[in-house]
Antibody, heavy 119, light 112 residues
Framework: QVQLVESGGGVVQPGRSLRLSCAASGFTFSDHGMYWVRQAPGKGLEWVTLIWYDGSNKYYADSVKGRFTVSRDNAKNTLYLQMNSLTAEDTAVYYC????????????WGQGTLVTVSS | DIVMTQTPLSSPVTLGQPASISCRSSQSLVHSDGNTYLSWLQQRPGQPPRLLIYKISNRFSGVPDRFSGSGAGTDFTLKISRVEADDVGVYYCMQTTQFPYTFGQGTKLEIK
C-alpha cells in the first residue's frame, strides 16, 4: 500500500528556513517522479516543484524559484523540500505526491504538513 | 503560464442528480508527445486531494464509473452521473502539459 508521510512543518519566522521531508513506502521510490504541492489556508492548490525519479531534473514554480530546493534520497526513500527566505505567503499545507507511469500527474498524495510563517 | 478557468465556482446539486464542471485552459494542452495532460482531482473537506481522472478521460484506480471526463484542446468537462453525499468537496482541474503546472480555482460541490 502506497504511503507518503510528510513531516517537518511548524511555525517559523519570516526570513528563516525550514526543511520538509516526505517518507515513502509501499512502492519502489526510485522509479517515480515526485511533486510538492501546497495549499494556503482556505485557498486552492498550487504546484511547487517536480523532481524526476533519479533527481536529474527539477522544476519549480516562479513563486519559489531561487528560494526552495527539492531533493531526494532514493536509498532512504525520502523526498525533501528545503525552504529558505520564507515569507508569510509561504504559509500553507505542503503535500508530497507521487507520479505514476502512464498517468502523467499527481497520482497519490500524502496527508500534508502545515507550515506557518509568522513573527 | 497556462491559466485554468473553472465554471461554476459553486455547484449546489440534488442527491441522485447529475453534475457537470467545466475547465478551460488559456492555451492548448496537447503535449508534443501527443497526450493531453489534463486531470481532475477531488478534495473532500479536511482531506488531501485525490486523483479522479487523468489525461482527459481515464479514471484512476478505485474511482467509481459515475465520474467521467471529456474534452479536447482547451475545453474539458468533469461529469458526475448521479451525485452522492460522499461527493461533497472541491474539484480541481490541473494541467501537467507545460511548466509551471497549474490548477483551476476549484469548484465547490454541495448538496441542495
Amino acid at each position: 500500500q502506497v504511503q507518503l508521510v510528510e513531516s517537518g512543518g511548524g511555525v517559523v519566522q519570516p526570513g528563516r528556513s525550514l526543511r520538509l521531508s516526505c517518507a515513502a513506502s509501499g512502492f519502489t521510490f526510485s522509479d517515480h517522479g515526485m511533486y510538492w504541492v501546497r495549499q494556503a489556508p482556505g485557498k486552492g492548490l498550487e504546484w511547487v516543484t517536480l523532481i524526476w525519479y533519479d533527481g536529474s531534473n527539477k522544476y519549480y514554480a516562479d513563486s519559489v524559484k531561487g528560494r526552495f530546493t527539492v531533493s531526494r534520497d532514493n536509498a532512504k526513500n525520502t523526498l525533501y523540500l528545503q525552504m529558505n527566505s520564507l515569507t508569510a505567503e509561504d504559509t500553507a499545507v505542503y503535500y508530497c505526491a507521487r507520479s505514476r507511469g502512464g498517468v502523467g500527474t499527481t497520482a497519490d498524495w500524502g496527508q500534508g504538513t502545515l507550515v506557518t510563517v509568522s513573527s | 503560464d497556462i491559466v485554468m478557468t473553472q465554471t461554476p465556482l459553486s455547484s449546489p446539486v440534488t442527491l441522485g442528480q447529475p453534475a457537470s464542471i467545466s475547465c478551460r485552459s488559456s492555451q492548448s494542452l496537447v503535449h508534443s508527445d501527443g497526450n493531453t495532460y489534463l486531470s481532475w482531482l477531488q478534495q473532500r473537506p479536511g482531506q488531501p486531494p485525490r486523483l479522479l481522472i487523468y489525461k482527459i478521460s481515464n479514471r484512476f484506480s478505485g474511482v467509481p464509473d459515475r465520474f467521467s471526463g471529456s474534452g479536447a484542446g482547451t475545453d474539458f468537462t468533469l461529469k458526475i452521473s448521479r451525485v452522492e453525499a460522499d461527493d461533497v468537496g472541491v474539484y480541481y482541474c490541473m494541467q501537467t502539459t507545460q511548466f509551471p503546472y497549474t490548477f483551476g480555482q476549484g469548484t465547490k460541490l454541495e448538496i441542495k
